[in-house]
C-alpha cells in the first residue's frame, strides 16, 4: 500500500477509537503503519517460508503478483477517463499517477475536504433527509431516532471459515498431504485492516472473512450482534463492504445476503455524516462507500433474483444522474448550493460520470442475466457513443454480445467497426474477436489459427491457450486439447489454476480415459500448493 | 446392460457450443479498504478482457457444463472418445455410430477399422447430424475389436436423445379484392432460449409471385437489425402473393392450392444454427365461376354526393363467347347513375374487359360498393356482386386534396 492512503485510513482509525472507546493498540498500529511496515511483514513470512522446502501461497504471491507501483490509482476514475487502456498492462497503470494528487485527477492537489465531500456525496431519500435534519437542530447527544431507523448489523456465521481445500486435500489425498498444506491464516496477520489486505492479496479470502469477523466484534457488531444498536464509522462500514464483497467472491451468496439485509439500500440516517454531528461536526455525505453501494445493489443478482438487482442499480443510478445534474446546475453534489471551484467541480464531474459509467456497467450485466439482451445492447450503444476514446473497446463487448445471442451480422459489423477505429495490425482482442466468430460459424479450424495468431504476440495469454485447447476438441484433436491447458498450468500455476480453465481441463479428462480421477486429484494437489482458497464448486468437481 | 468386462471403453460427449465466461465484476475504489486489491484481482482474471473487465462479455471459452436441449432442425454432434482400459494392445477396432429415430436407423459414422490401439491412444470421432424428426433419438454406439490372442469382442452403448419442436408456426390468409393473397406468418419461440431469426423467407410456389412487406420504405427491417426472440414470443411476417402472370384461367386459383414454404433459419447461443422449412401451405382460394368482375380502378376517397367512377376488370374465363346482360341493384347509401338492364357486348373466350361505373355517394363514411348483378343470357345464370370494393365518403372535398 502506498504512503497516500495511509493518513486517510489511519484518520478513519482514529475517529473509531473514539466511537468505540478504547482500543488504543489499534490506532497505534495504525498510525505507525508505513509502507516499510508493510514490505518488513511480507519480507518476514517470505524468510519463515523459504525455510521450508514447499512453497507456500503467501510467498508466491508476494512473488508472481506484486502490488503496483502506484495503488492509489483508482478504478473507478479510470473507466471514465481518456486513457488508452489496451497497451497497458495493469489496471493501476491507467490511472494518473501523480503522486501529489488524491483522487487521482489531476496534478494538482485537492484539499482533503473537498476530496472526501466528492467522493462521500450521496442524496439520502426525503424520510432520511428529514431525519438527518432533525438530528442537526437538537442539541448533540438529544436526538435520538426510532430503532427502525438504525442499521443494526451482526455477523450470522456462528463458526470461522475453515480451509476447503485442506479439507479436500485430507479427503481425496490422505491427512498427510494435507498436513504438509501451508496457508496464510486469520491468526499469521496483524489483526487490523492492514492484515485484512495482506489476506485479501494474498487471495486468502475465507481467512480474510474471518479477520472482518474478529474486527467487527470490536465494533459491537460480531457474531450474533445482528439487531443490537452500535454507532457506524468510515471504518466499521469498510469493514463490512471488504467482509461482505469478500463473501460474494468465495460465492457464499447466502451468508452475504443474509448479513446485508440489515443495511437495505444504505438510506438508513445512520450511515450519514450529519447523524453524528458531535463527531463529524457539519460533514456532510454518506460513510457508506459508493462501492458498498454498488455491492449491495448486485447482490440479488448473485442469489438468483436479477430483477431486484435491476430496480436497485436503476435507483443507483438515477441518484448519480441526480448529481451529475445538481453539478451541472452549479450546485454541490447533493444539491446543496455551496460554492466549489470550477476545476473542483470538473473533477468531480468525472468522477461521477465514471461512477455512472460503471453502474451502467453493472446494469448491462444484470440484464444479461436476465437475458434482456436488448437493454444490455442499448446501454452497451449508449456507453459507446459517450466515450468516444473506449469505443472500440466497447464496440468489440458489444459485438460479442451479439455473438451470445446468435446475431452473427450484428458481431461482425461490430467487429468491423473496431477494425476502422483501430486501424494498423490487429491486435490480441481483435484476433480472439475473430476467433470467436468463427466458432460461432462452426469454423473451429479456422478459429483455430485466429487464437495461434493470437497466441504468437503473447505466448502465455492463459485465455488464447484455453481458447486454441477448446477449438481442438471440437476438432476431434482431445489428446492436444488436454496437453495444451497442462503446459499452460505448469508454467504458471498460480494464475492457471483457475476455476474457468480447471473446468474446461476437468471436462476434457473426464473424456479422455477412466483414469480422470486421478488427474483430477493431481490438479487438487497443485491448487493445494499454490492456492490459498478454491471456489467449493471446483472442488467438488475435482473429487468426482 | 453388459456387466462382461472390456477391454475399451468408449464414452460420449455432445458437443453443443460453447460458452463465453466472465468474471465477477468486484471492483472499489482507491480509497475504500481493499485498496486496488479487487481491482488488481479483477485485472488479473484470465476470463477478464483488457479494459471491459466490469462487462460480463468476455472471451474465454468455456464447455458445456450442463445439459442443454436439442430442438428439430438444430444440428447434433457429439464427440466420441474410444480408449483402453488395459496395457495390452488392443486389435481391429470397429466403431459404429448409428442413430434410431421412431421411424429409421441412420448410419452416423463409418470410420475405417483402427488396426491396433495401445494403451494410452485413443479413437477420436466426431458426428453431425441435422435432425429432422421429433421425439426419442437414440445414439447406437457399437465398439467390436479383437483382445492380444485375436478373440473377437463387441460392445455397445446406448444414449438417449429428446428432440424438441423449437418453432410453432401459424398462418392465416387474407384474399384480396383483386388475385393478391396475402399470406400472414406467426413465428412463435417454443424453446426456453432467446433466438435470434436469420431468415425468415417465403418460398412461393411456381403459381405465384412473392413480396415481402417486413421491411421499411428505408429497407431497413420493421423488427429491427436484431430479430431477438425471446421465449414464447412470436414475430408476425406478412407477404403478398401475386398470381404469376403466365397463369391464364384463373380457375387454377381457386380451391385448394400450393402457394409455397416458408423458410427459417434461427441461431441462438454463440451461434448454434436451426433451420426449418415448413410443408407447403395451402390456400383455399375463392370459387372462380366462368365470369368473375373485379375491382381494377377505385378511388380511396370521394365526396359526398359529387359522381364518382370506378372501374371493373370482366373477365371471361370459359371456352365460348359470352352475352351478359348488366343490372344495378340498390346499395345502402350509394346511388346508381346509369341504365340497369343493359346488355354488353359479346366477350369472347379468355377475353378481359374493362367497365366503367358511375355512382354519387348519398352517405358519408365507410360504404360497400354492391348490387351488380349480371346474367348470362344463354345459361340463364346471374352471378352477383357484393362487397366489390369499399370506399370512404368525405364530406368536404379539401380533405381529399390533402389526403393521398
Known amino acids: ?544 | 446392460m453388459e456387466t462382461e468386462e472390456h477391454l475399451l471403453a468408449l464414452k460420449v460427449m455432445r458437443l453443443t457450443r460453447p460458452t463465453l465466461s466472465s468474471p465477477l465484476p468486484l471492483t472499489c475504489d482507491s480509497k475504500d479498504l481493499p485498496g486496488n486489491l479487487f481491482n488488481n484481482a479483477l485485472h488479473q482474471d484470465l476470463t477478464s478482457v483488457q479494459g471491459s473487465e466490469t462487462l460480463c462479455c468476455g472471451q474465454f471459452l468455456l464447455l458445456p457444463q450442463s445439459p442443454v436441449n436439442i430442438y428439430l432442425g438444430e444440428t447434433f454432434s457429439s464427440y466420441i472418445c474410444v480408449f483402453s482400459e488395459t496395457q495390452q494392445v488392443v486389435k481391429s477396432i470397429y466403431v459404429k455410430v448409428d442413430l434410431q429415430t421412431s421411424s429409421q436407423k441412420l448410419s452416423l459414422s463409418s470410420n475405417p477399422p483402427t488396426a491396433e490401439l495401445a494403451p494410452d491412444e485413443t479413437i477420436n470421432i466426431i458426428i453431425h447430424h441435422e435432425v429432422k424428426e421429433i421425439g426419442t433419438h437414440i445414439l447406437v454406439c457399437e465398439v467390436s475389436y479383437n483382445n492380444a490372442m485375436g478373440i473377437p469382442s463387441t460392445f455397445r452403448k446406448f444414449f438417449k436423445i429428446q428432440v424438441l419442436k423449437p418453432l410453432d408456426v401459424k398462418t392465416k390468409f387474407y384474399n384480396a379484392e383483386n388475385d393478391d393473397c396475402y399470406l400472414e406468418a406467426q413465428v412463435q419461440n417454443i424453446t426456453t432460449e432467446p433466438i435470434c431469426l436469420e431468415k425468415v423467407a417465403l418460398d412461393a410456389s411456381q403459381n405465384y409471385d412473392v413480396t415481402s412487406l417486413n421491411s421499411t420504405n428505408e429497407g431497413e427491417h420493421i423488427f429491427g437489425p436484431t430479430m431477438l426472440v425471446h421465449p414464447q414470443s412470436i414475430c408476425q411476417f406478412l407477404y403478398c402473393l401475386t398470381p404469376n402472370k403466365t397463369i391464364k384461367d384463373s380457375r387454377n386459383l381457386s380451391g385448394p392450392t400450393n402457394i409455397g414454404k416458408l423458410d427459417i433459419v434461427w441461431r441462438s447461443n454463440l451461434g448454434e444454427k436451426g433451420r426449418l422449412q415448413t410443408s407447403q401451405l395451402q390456400r383455399m382460394g375463392p370459387e372462380y365461376g366462368d365470369i368473375r368482375l373485379l375491382i381494377h380502378e377505385l378511388p380511396n376517397f370521394v365526396v359526398l354526393e359529387e359522381p364518382f367512377t370506378f372501374k371493373c376488370e370482366l373477365i371471361n374465363n370459359c371456352e365460348r363467347t359470352v352475352d351478359l346482360m348488366l343490372y344495378f341493384e340498390n346499395m345502402e347509401g350509394i346511388a346508381w347513375c346509369g341504365i340497369s338492364g343493359r346488355k354488353l357486348d359479346p366477350l369472347s373466350p379468355h377475353s378481359v374487359r374493362i367497365l366503367e361505373f358511375k355512382a354519387v355517394p348519398l352517405i358519408p363514411g365507410l360504404n360497400t360498393l354492391s348490387g351488380i348483378k349480371l346474367l348470362d343470357t344463354f345459361l340463364k345464370r346471374t352471378y352477383t356482386y357484393n362487397e366489390l370494393g369499399q370506399i370512404f365518403v368525405v364530406i368536404d372535398d379539401q380533405k381529399i386534396s390533402k389526403s393521398p
Open chain 1, 1 to 544: 500500500m502506498s504512503e497516500k492512503t495511509t493518513p486517510l485510513l489511519s484518520q478513519y482509525f482514529e475517529q473509531n477509537d473514539r466511537a468505540v472507546g478504547g482500543k488504543p493498540d489499534l490506532s497505534l498500529e495504525l498510525t505507525k503503519a508505513s509502507d516499510k511496515l508493510n514490505s518488513l511483514k511480507l519480507d518476514e513470512t517470505i524468510s519463515t517460508n523459504e525455510n521450508k522446502s514447499e512453497p507456500t501461497v503467501c510467498r508466491l504471491f508476494s512473488e508472481n503478483a506484486p502490488l503496483p507501483a502506484d495503488s492509489t490509482a483508482a478504478f473507478f476514475d479510470l473507466i471514465g477517463r481518456g486513457t488508452n487502456s489496451s497497451k497497458n498492462g495493469l489496471i493501476s497503470d491507467l490511472g494518473v499517477s501523480t503522486s501529489a494528487n488524491d483522487d487521482g485527477f489531476s496534478a494538482r492537489v485537492a484539499v482533503g475536504s473537498e476530496a472526501e465531500r466528492r467522493r462521500d456525496a450521496w442524496i439520502p431519500s426525503d424520510k432520511t433527509r428529514q431525519i438527518l435534519i432533525n438530528c442537526a437542530m437538537s442539541a448533540p447527544g438529544t436526538y435520538f431516532p426510532e430503532k427502525e431507523h438504525l442499521t443494526t448489523p451482526g455477523v450470522f456465521l456462528e463458526e470461522e471459515l475453515g480451509d476447503n481445500v485442506g479439507e479436500a486435500v485430507a479427503v481425496c489425498l490422505g491427512e498427510a498431504e494435507a498436513a504438509e498444506r501451508r496457508i496464510i491464516t486469520a491468526n499469521d496477520v496483524t489483526q487490523d485492516e492492514r492484515g485484512l489486505r495482506e489476506l485479501v492479496q494474498a487471495g486468502a479470502y475465507r481467512a480474510a472473512i474471518n479477520l472482518t469477523a474478529r474486527l467487527l466484534t470490536i465494533y459491537g457488531q460480531g457474531k450474533g450482534r445482528n439487531g443490537h444498536v452500535s454507532k457506524h464509522s468510515p471504518h466499521s462500514l469498510q469493514l463490512w463492504f471488504t467482509r461482505i464483497a469478500l463473501l460474494v467472491k468465495t460465492k457464499a451468496y447466502i451468508v452475504a445476503q443474509a448479513e446485508s439485509e440489515i443495511f437495505g439500500q444504505l438510506d438508513k440516517p445512520d450511515v450519514f455524516y450529519q447523524f453524528y454531528p458531535e463527531m463529524y461536526g457539519d460533514r456532510p455525505g454518506s460513510i457508506a462507500s459508493f462501492s458498498f453501494r454498488l455491492l449491495l445493489a448486485e447482490l440479488p443478482m448473485h442469489c438468483g433474483n436479477s430483477k431486484e438487482s435491476l430496480t436497485k442499480l436503476f435507483n443507483l443510478w438515477s441518484t448519480v444522474k441526480q448529481i451529475i445534474q445538481n453539478l451541472n446546475n452549479g450546485f454541490c453534489e447533493d444539491g446543496n448550493p455551496m460554492e466549489i471551484s470550477e476545476n473542483d467541480r470538473s473533477d468531480s464531474f468525472r468522477l461521477w460520470k465514471g461512477r455512472e459509467a460503471r453502474v451502467m456497467h453493472s446494469i448491462i450485466n444484470c440484464s444479461i442475466s436476465l437475458k434482456h439482451f436488448e437493454l444490455a445492447m442499448d446501454l452497451l450503444g449508449q456507453l459507446c457513443e459517450r466515450d468516444k476514446v473506449h469505443r472500440h473497446t466497447l464496440l468489440s463487448a458489444l459485438g460479442r454480445l451479439h455473438l451470445q445471442v446468435g446475431n452473427i451480422a450484428g458481431a461482425e459489423s461490430c467487429f468491423n467497426e473496431v477494425r476502422v477505429i483501430r486501424g494498423g495490425k490487429l491486435d490480441i482482442r481483435e484476433l480472439v474477436d475473430r476467433g470467436l466468430l468463427s466458432v460461432a460459424q462452426s469454423n473451429f479450424d479456422e478459429a483455430y489459427s485466429n487464437f495461434q495468431e493470437a497466441s504468437c504476440l503473447e505466448p502465455n495469454n492463459l485465455m488464447i491457450l484455453n481458447n486454441m485447447s477448446v477449438c481442438l476438441l471440437y476438432s476431434g484433436r482431445l489428446k492436444e486439447a488436454i496437453s495444451i491447458l497442462e503446459s499452460a498450468i505448469s508454467v504458471n500455476p498460480p494464475h492457471a489454476l483457475h476455476e474457468s480453465l480447471l473446468l474446461n481441463l476437468c471436462t476434457l479428462y473426464d473424456m479422455e480415459s477412466s483414469k480422470g480421477r486421478m488427474k483430477k486429484f493431481a490438479l487438487l494437489r497443485q491448487i493445494s500448493r499454490y492456492q490459498a482458497d478454491a471456489p467449493t464448486s471446483i472442488l467438488e468437481k475435482l473429487y468426482g
